[in-house]
């Protein structure tokens, strides 16, 4: 094992948010996004925690997020709220818009947050999550350049595109937590594979012409194989005209990828639906979800999502969490 | 092949409200499922178009659908209707409150629909393809009896439970139908190969310890495969999160059969989410689909969801739908 560093989830946060504000970010374009940070750590989502900060360091450094961007926030109809993220980061975007999206929902029963000219959001669960904890149901859409192709065809037309479902448990938790993308595995896993020279199972990845490889070099030049077949790339379809044709937001199709420093920004969208329960469900909500779950959990060997992330936060406040120390390196010497 | 007999989609509506009338439903029951059951045949999914009013008329005898019921409609919020059905069907449900949602969604931005005490409602791209020819988007749910079982768990605790996605293209028709359920394969193919002594391929069910089998006797008796594996399930999980538990519906685990006479009125759920794309795109909606779908088109070979479904309903407005004799036979007897 290589070695860590155990952290509290506030210097994991202080740690971020520094490292966010050397690298050229605003304080309140790099709060979010630092506080967002250790909740990923958290959830034990290891990939995306402070693994990422030099990442987003670079993008603030070559212009592909911009540190000093302000969003700007329109409620254009009473349960819709629309931000432009100004090509900043996500986060503050999302953080500028959810308070308002959240008042909607209450009032009105249900309410949209559509961010445009955005950028990477990270876990898409943390914000379901969120959601969640506000005693609202929360169902997330953000999109991504496009690496999935259609069925019968080779060019990719959308990106691994996740889905995130967080229900409330009315005692300011989650009940169900559900965070997945459209692909049957995370280009992020075949991209290790690539670095490490090992071939990936097939079913990962599809060459330039939609056929089956386990060359991860390939795969990458080709697509993410979708997951569930045609199923997936129809998950992805309705990611995409969410995240991005219903916010206006770039088609992953015509995005500046995520990794690397050239293209400019990527200025993809997310779209949040927020519902509240008690709106809708005649005060059956909690009553439901508390059977639906308890019917996985009282199977042994079943698995109910996200309980791993949710356990993990817990523990994580109780006793931080332990961070790779070449991680940590690499987040200090920004 | 069988014989088949040409209907015009007027023909196919009159014989459908016909029967459904003679089985037991009052004019506003059997109406528009006697429109839906026509569309749905022009969609060419002939499994649930004619061939299904049989089994109305068979529920309409045995009480599980209650013939004279009259849906009841509340707006306890701005963006929310809540429509009891009243274990009628669900497309007089659906036209109960479907109007009032549209409203909503153009006057909110947003609205939801929640129907309880409902049923079966048929091939759910019917709804939101209507949806979409209204100009704004729909993302629906409805459930059913539990079939699929949670990864490492073996008993199923919901249903096949689809979702499906209306985009519209701006001139009153839809640029994007997709509408997929959360299993590998239809329960009815699986029915289809029991009733023909045939044995199902690896990967569409799964027996009653949770493991695969080819034997479809056995598959019915344990469960059907997910989509993706626990994607799959994922995605039944959050149709059932707004289908049944915010619509305050019966879950799918504790719902009764949709075939056979036996267990009183199913009661399960939809949830339609109605946006209206000028609300948050910024005019960009029309422009972003058109982009994204020719992405599709343009690729040889590459398959764009929904399409056989809309050139099937143009074909069917201009000569009609060939009808199996059979089927015909059926309903004509009611």
Redesign the interface.
Known sequence: MSETENLSLAAIEALSFDALRRAGASEPQARPLARDTAVTEAMGVASHGLAYIPIYAEHLRCGKVLGEAVPSVET?????V?VSAGNGFAHAAIDAGLPLAMDAAR??????L?I?ESYNCGVLGVHALRIAQSGL?G?CFTNAPASI???????P??GTNP?A?G?PDGAGGAS?L?D?SAS?IAKSEVMKHAREGKPIPEGWALDAEGKPTTDPNVGLKGSMA??????????G??V???A?????AV?G??ASPFSGPVGGPPATGQ?F?L???D???????AG??A??TQ??TA???????GVNRQSAMERAEQNGVDVSAAILERVRAI
Not at 107 to 112: D, F, H
Not at 226 to 235: D, S
Request: charged residues 10%; contains cysteine; proline residues 9%.
């Open positions: 254009p109809r009473p349960a819709a629309v009032s009105q029963g249900i309410a949209v559509s445009r149901v169902l192709a259609p069925s019968g065809g080779a060019t037309v959308v889905i479902l229900a169900l559900i997945q049957a979708p997951a569930g077949g045609y199923k997936g790339v129809g998950l379809l309705i995409e005209t969410f991005a044709a219903l916010s206006g088609l199709k015509d779209c639906v519902i509240d329960p709106a809708t469900s005649g005060g059956e909500f439901r979800m059977a639906l019917a996985i199977q042994p060997g079943a698995r109910l999502p």
